[in-house]
């Protein structure tokens, strides 16, 4: 088996030493590089990068033991494979070296076989541990897409709930608020409009409502075209569910008004009961239901333009600490009529 070639570092003071041990790696195909003391040699395995050091022990100011030391103290230079380079009496100073970390020990009267054997062997292992540690960071890299994807589809309580327990169970929240926001002629506005230039203002303000989302403690549960739905006390813990919701959807109407192209924005929300859980194997859409959930939307729709509207009975709870104007009575589809107001500003 033809072995691969590496770049290998000769480091000996002395100078026949080096010419030999070049000679010999070099006959093998390795490129070679050498360095004439240990200080030398640090400087060297910073600057490059290395598959092997032949290190000589005895060398003046810093010896082998101290640029092994070096090197194993270094977590760039640690997992380079060293190979002493000794004389016959040094077998104290080999079996030092040894226990710090060298993988393996070379006479100085070598043998060219041998001087094969040991260079193919580290290398080898150095490829080795080099393709694990690519394997781990791809893998790594792999489970950090995989979890942005997941956070992308469903809330960050979901996503806990998953990774620890490889399902997130159906259930049944008591007090959760859902606000539903739809953005006023987005239709109309998107067919005058190029595609490209739709999409990113829409991605822009779709990526500021998460940061008002995850500023009030709600949790976003999807995107339906421009449409835009949220949760207030499902699988976060928040004090007041709906007063966050509120608080956050004033919030949304003034983002949404700030900025080109100037969008106005709709908004209601609606507190109660709801079912949460996930449907579908292929792709993993986390949803609720209920009849809080088809009331939020209902109200939605009624709702006037750069307003936050709830029903009187929400209102009854919210009304020390927001001004709020009557809209009247509204015939909401399959819930009869209801009294909506719009939440204006703090008190």
Same mark, same amino acid.
């Given at each position: ?176 608020? !859902? ?10 506005? #998107?067919?005058?409009? &190029? /595609?490209?230039? $739709? @999409? ?87 949803? !609720? ?10 109200? #939605?729709?009624?709702? &006037? /333009?750069?307003? $936050? @509207? ?38």
């Amino acid at each position: 088996m033809i072995s691969e070639s590496g770049h290998v570092l000769i480091v000996d003071d002395n100078r026949l030493n080096r010419i030999k041990l070049s000679r010999g790696v070099e006959q093998q195909g390795h490129t070679v590089d050498v360095a004439e003391d240990g200080k030398q040699a640090i400087q060297m395995l910073r600057a490059n990068s290395f598959d092997l050091v032949l290190l000589d022990i005895v060398m003046p100011e810093m010896d082998g033991h101290e640029v092994l030391e070096q090197m194993k103290l270094d977590m760039n230079l640690r997992d380079i494979p060293v190979v002493v380079v000794s004389a016959l009496d040094e077998l104290d100073s080999v079996v030092r070296c040894i226990q710090m970390g060298a993988e393996d020990y070379l006479p100085k009267s070598f043998d060219p076989v041998l001087l094969r054997a040991r260079i193919d062997a580290c290398l080898e292992k150095k490829r080795l541990r080099d393709q694990e540690a690519l394997m781990a960071e791809n893998l790594r890299q792999e489970n950090a897409r995989a979890d942005a994807l997941l956070h992308a589809m469903l809330p960050p309580g979901a996503v806990s709930e998953l990774k620890a327990n490889n399902e997130v169970k159906p259930r049944r929240y008591a007090d959760v608020a !859902v606000l539903f926001c739809d953005i006023v002629g987005f239709t109309a506005y #998107c067919d005058v409009t &190029p /595609p490209e230039q $739709v @999409v990113n203002e829409l991605q822009t303000l779709i990526s500021k409502f998460e940061a008002l989302t995850e500023q009030h403690g709600l949790e976003k549960i999807k995107t339906i075209g421009d449409a835009y739905m949220a949760t207030a006390g499902l699988m976060r813990y928040v004090p007041s569910p709906l007063s966050a919701a509120v608080r956050c959807g004033l919030e949304m109407v003034d983002q949404a008004g700030a900025d080109k192209p100037h969008w106005q924005v709709r908004i209601g929300i609606q507190v109660g009961p709801v079912v949460a859980g996930i449907v579908g194997h292929r792709q993993y859409l986390f949803d !609720v239901w209920g009849d809080t959930v088809n009331l939020a939307a209902r109200i #939605c729709e009624k709702a &006037p /333009p750069c307003s $936050v @509207v709830i029903g009187t009975e929400c209102w009854q709870d919210l009304k020390s600490e927001f001004s709020g104007r009557s809209l009247g009575q509204h015939e909401l589809k399959g819930k009869g009529t209801i009294e909506l107001v719009e939440c204006r500003t703090l008190i």
